[in-house]
């Protein structure tokens, strides 16, 4: 049997990279969990985003999948290399692809970086483009709301359009050539967010970019699924199961099942 | 000590990857390998690039590279896997990074490939693509004469504007979204290539594709060269040192040392 890609995210973020690996890797089956019940990560403590990552893991770890993909930014910044230690598996977070594609496209050297506050509190981005290339400039900005209107189902439309602009106003007249979405909720924005950044600026999309990392490393690996038949993917939420499937389902553009999964309290804490 | 990337190609046209490599990882020291004498490959047997592409890899490996990246598509299409078995470091190609941004960029799922007879003739490209994405429509030509024009120090002007207008005359009428630069040199001439395919067409450079992909590698297997002073860079070729040296500084705006390495008769059949 296929062994499946694992893909989490604190909600419906990750949904993102789900369509990206189902567009550019048609033929890998995929599992995916999203915590729609303890949605945002953004504000929590990293103990806390670390504890609730190792529980997605843990549960993922039963379908005896072929890599863990943290496809949250959040959790990519606090707890990826926890997981790694943990895990025999490659573990690919969103925060180096979305890196690497900047240090990539940018000429000016000067790339921005829009995220949750979690995200950008962790100076993640930061440390993965300097490590990289140290003379890399970076901007970046936390822009907490954009997570509250995806997980609503909102992605373009008068409230949507207004939010935006007033929370990029001052960061677009910035120096950048680039913008890192560091957040897999905000490609659902990324319309909006292209029109008020402008023209100049190319946005980098993680989703599309881990994506296109798991085909690199599944491939170096030989572990890319080279034959067989349409697979068929797995969705657990741990929050409202309908919610999730109406959000996914225009995403995806395809029917999906989604099984709810209930914490536990002894399981929380 | 920095053990360093190993990098071949049949001539020049493989110090695009390098100059990609220096932008995108600048804490990385290269090892480069031009086989001047020997270019082009692209008209040459299966069996004769094999055997010259094994024999550059034995000269590099005294250097003992943490990497070895086949900067040559030719090379990649018909010795990648014969390499990959006989050497314990990874080894990279310039084709699977080229296919794999094309099924990123696609929209329309057409896609077109440029490069020698050697490399189009192999299927490699097609194979690439269409093993990770079978919907993939793949519109191929072979454009030899480009490679003899680099080799000649002839990157744009009237001579080169009008070759490449007329080799992709007809090819340019057909329904692509992107075109994979299926060939080390070609990245030299983009600036015309581009304009002869018009804006429509996103031009997909290996060179820039496979740095890219060399970081993700390196990355994962905690390879990267995270600290550490200026790299210094060497630079063999086996052809005319001085006509090598020409191009590489115009290309890569920098003073290098280039040692020249002669062939012995014994060593070639």
Not at 9 to 35: A, C, H, N, W
Not at 151 to 167: A, D, M, P, Y
Request: charge should be negative; aromatic fraction near 6%; include cysteine.
């Amino acid at each position: 049997m296929q062994r499946a890609i694992a893909i989490l995210d604190s909600g419906v973020g990750g949904l993102t990279v789900v369509k990206e690996v189902m567009r550019q890797l048609p033929r890998e089956k995929i599992i995916y969990f999203g915590d729609t019940a303890r949605t945002p990560y953004g504000p929590r403590s990293s103990e806390e985003v670390v504890m609730f990552t190792r529980q997605i893991v843990d549960y993922l770890l039963q379908f005896g999948p072929k890599m863990i993909v943290i496809a949250c930014n959040t959790a990519t910044a606090v707890a990826l290399q926890e997981v790694r230690k943990s895990v025999s598996v490659p573990v690919v977070g969103v925060i180096h692809p979305g890196a690497r594609t900047a240090i990539k496209t940018t000429r000016t050297g000067i790339v921005g970086v829009i995220g949750t506050e979690g995200t950008i509190r962790s100076g993640a981005y930061e440390q993965a483009l300097q490590e990289i290339s140290p003379q890399t400039e970076v901007l970046s900005l936390a822009c907490p709301t954009f997570v509250t209107l995806v997980e609503r189902g909102l992605f373009n439309g008068e409230e949507v359009r207004k939010e935006i602009g007033c929370v990029l106003e001052l960061f677009r007249k910035q120096p950048m050539d680039c913008l890192i979405l560091g957040c897999t909720h905000y490609p659902f924005l990324a319309d909006v967010i292209g029109e008020v950044m402008g023209p100049e600026v190319s946005l980098i999309n993680s989703a599309e970019e881990t994506a296109r990392e798991i085909s690199t490393i599944l491939s170096h690996s030989g572990q890319l699924a080279l034959t067989g038949e349409q697979p068929i993917h797995q969705f657990f939420c741990s929050g409202d199961p309908k919610l999730f499937q109406r959000i996914a389902q225009s995403w995806l553009e395809e029917q999906i099942k989604v099984t709810p999964i209930v914490w536990q309290v002894s399981r929380l804490y």
